[in-house]
């Protein structure tokens, strides 16, 4: 199996620490390694390094390449343009392919902590096993810990069997938007839904034919780009392509006769936005989460994150914030706000302040 690791976002969402030169995925938001070594690492417990593969933008080739020296050069896949996940996705997809035609493939993210990294492994093993034997798709799923309006979500049917104490692979039945807090509880309650992490194991022409039915200019272009040795005509062609997630052209869109849902324990956690980073590091949602050089007095359900070594940050009775100090940004916003977040950063662009982006 290749496993292709997505590391191409500028992390808008966890602004103001991922910048565009230095997104979240190379920062050590947890811990002293940056998230994509991390995930590299969880990978290279059961995997070959010649099986791993990571697809991020251009403007990453330096940083990427220094992260993981040992990787092969042919292992990295560089997007020419940023077009969401539906464009990357095609495009390593087809890199890969054509380097190993019909070889199973997952796809992984470099933005997520795992505490059980073994359990992962596991887990991908034995999705490997059942497509190569079955023909089905697999995501790998983790049942949600609490509620929460912040992820997608998978409605699973009957169980089929357990694979061990740590996998039982289930019924796929649909995947489900982000919900509202109130839908995302009674998620919980019914027991019949999980988290979907984006963790797919699946044969390539599976993957290809939801994009000739959904998103065929996207593949035609992923494709050539590919066959023409990444040309400068057809890596144009690509950053003319509409921005277009993953599950709009696939997950949307798969049958249950044609996926399986594993939903495993091995302590998924999203450090892809700010609330998500709490939610990680909280043991109780009332929990002051604190990183870096902070001293707090009385303040609840509140992050505060201090990645400067100059300056300290000192909080009095804040309740549902998050509060982040860098070396030239103090951004001080609600906790469940990320659209606003989102229009501030808009903001900064039009008014002409790139250097804080």
Partial sequence: MKIIIFAGGTGKRFWPASRKQSPKQFLPVIGDQPLLLLKYEYLRRGFEAQDIFISTGIQYENEVRDLIPELPDENF?????????????????????????????????????????????????EAERLVNEEGRAVNIAEKPRFPTPHRGYLKYGK??????????????????????LKVAKEYLRSGDYSWNLGYWVLKPKHLFAKYKDFAP????????????????????????LDKTSFEYIFSENCEPSETYVMNTNMG????????????TLE???????????????????????NSSQKSLVATINLDGLVVVNTDDVV????KDDNAQLKELLKRLEENGREEYL
């Fill in 77 to 125: 896949i560089f997007e020419p343009m940023m077009r969401d996940t539906g464009p990357a996705i095609a495009l390593a997809s087809c890199y890969v392919n054509k380097l190993f035609p019909d070889e199973t493939i997952s796809l992984q993210w470099s933005d997520h902590y795992i505490k059980r990294p073994d359990v992962f492994v596991s887990a991908l093993k």
């Fill in 159 to 180: 169980h089929i069997k357990s694979v061990n104490q740590h996998h039982v692979l289930c019924e796929f039945v649909r995947f489900m938007e982000k919900p509202t």
């Fill in 217 to 240: 200019q996207i593949l035609s272009v992923a494709e050539e780009i590919v066959n023409s040795d990444f040309s400068k005509e057809s890596t144009d062609k690509f950053a003319e």
């Fill in 268 to 279: 998924w956690y999203d450090v892809g936005e700010w609330i998500s980073l709490k939610e």
């Fill in 283 to 305: 043991e109780d949602p009332q929990d002051v989460v604190t990183q870096g050089n902070v001293i707090d007095i009385d303040s609840k359900d509140t992050l505060i994150y």
């Fill in 331 to 334: 951004a001080i916003f609600p």
